[in-house]
């Protein structure tokens, strides 16, 4: 057992526990955007920072992947860690700013305006699907390709993959995708059942017009393919 | 964007072809149980110019990788190609300190020169021409290399000089392209050990290593592997007209000397070459007889 003091109350945990754990575990919330249970944690948002150390070496570091230490000292909600995730909430609106989840957390933080230069990105890198893909389909459909501001999520080549089982499980989990399906024309919108932007599965050019790649969709089993004849 | 997919896939068919299996596995048994998924898609590149999709999905399928993984890679780095290059490969620096030395005005300088944009292909398949992040040589920006050779401190005025040399070449013993010059392969006669040092290239290629004495003195020497070129280092200097004992470095045994040199009647020195037959030179520094006799 590891015994580490999380926002002035001594704690004891097992050892591997992660910050995020043992703090939600004794029920001091942190928000997260790109952890989930069940899925390794990867560290992308920095949504969950939390302060640790004391005085001038007390730094911010991702509580979904430091691992609990011995004797450790945890703020999860001090003023510096509160003025780190705001900024992170905003640079999140400004790069995703119709993502329901995102538009959720800046109002839970009382975030009513960003300060940075307007996005409109369909992805915003959390690589949610790609571990959702990879750890519980395993399937390794989908991955990161290229890198810097190209990096993206997709098959390799582009194409439809043929290790995908088509179980959705990345559209499911998206945070980026709450966007009602349009399908090709969105007044006849209907089912929001897929709801996603950058799925990653299928091969795009026959999906062009629309924001979905499934095929058929998993929601309203419209078979696209045919559809177009 | 469509169009330009249409242009890419049709050239990936046309040079997918040529991506035969045998030459992927090759490359896959020569790197088996290293384990580097980058050094074979490096020597991918360097066989093929570029990483054909075939040749990608060979490597996923024979290393249990997945495929994503492995395209994961190859859109990582910028040195390898997902698509055909042209014959000369470009590249110029934009790096933050070739950044405030000017590589924007040379990049602009080569496009316009080209007729391309960075990341695109001469319509004659003649340049490609792409931008780096920093090749570690900062204080010498703007940095541009081109075809392995690295210019510094390049201006606008110099450019079409340095296009024109790649066109031509810039050395003239380019293997592949004159067919009297080709890379040999070669062993001790003696203990059959190969000779080859690849962590010393001569023109590119590794070199041959054989220690040398000489007058109380031993060194070693290093010739290019290309048969038909006749460049060399050596340790110590060897003096013009010397004629040199050549030892193998790995069973230190003579290399003996079964004929004389028909031109200055020095002793020849064999070598086995791999995949059969002899080359001997003369242990004369300076006479360049030299025969292959090929089985
Ligand atoms: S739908 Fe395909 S890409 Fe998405 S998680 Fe399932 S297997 Fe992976
Ligand atoms: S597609 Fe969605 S889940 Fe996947 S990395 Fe992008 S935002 Fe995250
Ligand atoms: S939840 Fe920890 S970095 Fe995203
Ligand atoms: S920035 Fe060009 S070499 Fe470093």
């Given at each position: 057992?590891?015994?580490?003091?999380?926002?002035?109350?001594?704690?004891?945990?097992?050892?591997?526990?992660?910050?995020?754990?043992?703090?939600?575990?004794?029920?001091?919330?942190?928000?997260?955007?790109?952890?989930?249970?069940?899925?390794?944690?990867?560290?992308?948002?920095?949504?969950?920072?939390?302060?640790?150390?004391?005085?001038?070496?007390?730094?911010?570091?991702?509580?979904?992947?430091?691992?609990?230490?011995?004797?450790?000292?945890?703020?999860?909600?001090?003023?510096?860690?509160?003025?780190?995730?705001?900024?992170?909430?905003?640079?999140?609106?400004?790069?995703?700013p119709q993502s329901k989840t995102i538009q959720d957390l800046a109002s839970a933080h009382d975030i009513r305006q960003q300060r940075f230069r307007q996005e409109y990105e369909d992805c915003i890198l959390c690589g949610l699907c790609v571990r959702m893909c990879e750890e519980q389909m395993m399937a390794k459909a989908i991955g990161f390709r290229n890198r810097g501001e190209k990096r993206d999520i997709g098959t390799p080549f582009d194409v439809q993959s043929d290790v995908c089982r088509l179980c959705g499980g990345c559209i499911y989990v998206c945070p980026a995708c709450q966007l009602r399906c349009t399908y090709t024309e969105p007044e006849k919108a209907i089912c929001g059942g897929c709801a996603n932007l950058i799925p990653p599965c299928l091969e795009k050019e026959q999906f062009d017009d629309m924001m979905c790649y499934m095929n058929p969709c998993v929601a309203c089993e419209i078979d696209k393919k045919f559809e177009k004849k | 964007?469509?169009?330009?997919?249409?242009?890419?896939?049709?050239?990936?068919?046309?040079?997918?072809?040529?991506?035969?299996?045998?030459?992927?596995?090759?490359?896959?048994?020569?790197?088996?149980?290293?384990?580097?998924?980058?050094?074979?898609?490096?020597?991918?590149?360097?066989?093929?110019g570029y990483l054909p999709e075939k040749a990608l999905r060979i490597v996923?399928?024979?290393?249990?990788?997945?495929?994503?993984d492995v395209y994961g890679v190859a859109t990582f780095y910028r040195s390898f190609s997902l698509k055909p290059r042209g014959k000369n490969l470009v590249c110029a620096c934009v790096g933050t300190a070739c950044h405030v030395r000017g590589a924007p005005r040379i990049v602009e300088e080569l496009e316009q020169q080209l007729g391309i944009k960075a990341g695109e292909t001469t319509a004659d398949k003649e340049f490609t021409l792409e931008t780096v992040n920093c090749l570690g040589a900062c204080a010498l920006g703007p940095v541009v290399v081109i075809d392995g050779h690295y210019f510094s401190k390049v201006r606008k005025s110099r450019i079409s000089q340095l296009l024109d040399e790649a066109r031509r070449g810039f050395d003239k013993a380019q293997p592949g392209k004159d067919?009297?010059?080709f890379p040999i392969d070669v062993s001790c006669p003696h203990c059959n050990h190969s000779l080859m040092d690849e962590t010393f290239a001569i023109d590119g290629y590794p070199s041959i290593k054989i220690n040398v004495s000489f007058d109380h003195a031993d060194g070693w020497l290093r010739l290019s592997c290309l048969y038909g070129s006749y460049n060399f280092s050596t340790e110590p200097d060897i003096g013009v007209d010397t004629v040199v004992r050549f030892h193998c470095p790995h069973?230190?045994?003579?290399?003996?000397?079964?004929?004389?040199?028909?031109?200055?009647?020095?002793?020849?020195?064999?070598?086995?070459?791999?995949?059969?037959?002899?080359?001997?030179?003369?242990?004369?520094?300076?006479?360049?007889?030299?025969?292959?006799d090929l089985l």
């Open positions: 057992m590891i015994t580490l003091r999380i926002n002035g109350l001594d704690v004891s945990v097992e050892e591997g526990t992660t910050l995020l754990e043992a703090a939600r575990f004794f029920g001091f919330p942190i928000p997260t955007l790109c952890y989930m249970e069940g899925l390794s944690p990867y560290g992308a948002c920095r949504l969950c920072v939390v302060e640790i150390g004391e005085g001038p070496s007390a730094k911010l570091v991702s509580s979904c992947t430091y691992p609990a230490e011995e004797g450790l000292k945890v703020r999860t909600a001090s003023a510096r860690v509160l003025r780190a995730r705001r900024m992170v909430l905003e640079l999140l609106l400004a790069s995703c | 964007m469509e169009a330009n997919r249409a242009i890419s896939n049709e050239e990936n068919i046309c040079a997918e072809k040529e991506v035969d299996l045998k030459g992927i596995l090759r490359i896959l048994e020569k790197q088996e149980g290293r384990g580097g998924l980058i050094a074979i898609l490096e020597e991918i590149q360097a066989e093929y996923s399928d024979r290393t249990r990788r997945s495929l994503v067919k009297r010059i069973c230190r045994v003579e290399l003996p000397s079964t004929s004389d040199c028909s031109m200055c009647s020095a002793p020849m020195v064999p070598m086995l070459v791999r995949g059969g037959g002899i080359v001997q030179i003369c242990s004369r520094r300076g006479c360049r007889n030299h025969m292959l």
